[in-house]
């Protein structure tokens, strides 16, 4: 004898609805799942079913004011003995990460644009003699300016170098 077929639920909630009889995880009914996955709970839609990370900040995390600052006082230190390498690598790593960070970072790279040219004309000019009298002036220049900046920087305050063009934007 066939198994009459089972009557329709009395009540079936409305397209979009939750059913009101799932567990939660979703199911209404059958075998929990099993795999890795189970051991995290539900995903979101299109989930990978990875676990979470233990402890790192996702890529594009925005940064601490701390950090912040201790970046863009690297970005800063780094000009007179690195040239614009410095400024540029924060420039394009934490640029969308932090929008004052980015901007500390650009003021940096102009001026160690401005920096490096200075530097090349003095060293240029060493054939007529100034240009050894002009490369220390300029590299303590740029020390002292750099420290002002990072000073600015410790306590989050955007610095404008007084002798900056704004080369890069």
Not at 52 to 60: E, L, Q
Not at 95 to 108: F, I, K, N, V, Y
Not at 133 to 138: D, F, S, T
Request: aromatic letters at 8%.
């Amino acid at each position: 004898m066939p198994a009459e077929p089972s009557a329709p639920p009395p009540h079936t909630p409305p397209p979009g609805q939750p059913d009101p009889r799932a567990a939660p995880g979703g199911r209404v009914g059958g075998a929990p799942p099993s795999g890795p996955a189970a051991a995290w709970g539900p995903q979101a839609p299109g989930g990978p079913g990875y676990p979470p990370s233990a402890g790192r900040p996702p890529v594009g995390a925005p940064l601490s004011p701390s950090d912040e600052s201790r970046w863009a006082l690297l970005a800063h230190l780094s000009i007179p003995f690195l040239g614009f390498a410095g400024p540029l690598v924060v420039h394009l790593v934490f640029q969308d990460r932090s929008r004052w960070l980015g901007e500390s970072a650009l003021e940096g790279l102009n001026f160690s644009i401005l920096y490096t040219l200075v530097m090349s004309a003095s060293a240029l000019l060493t054939v007529l003699l100034i240009g050894f009298a002009l490369l220390p002036v300029a590299f303590i220049a740029s020390l002292v300016l750099a420290v002002l900046a990072a000073v600015a920087a410790s306590r989050h305050e955007l610095y404008r170098y007084p002798v900056n063009g704004r080369l890069v934007r």
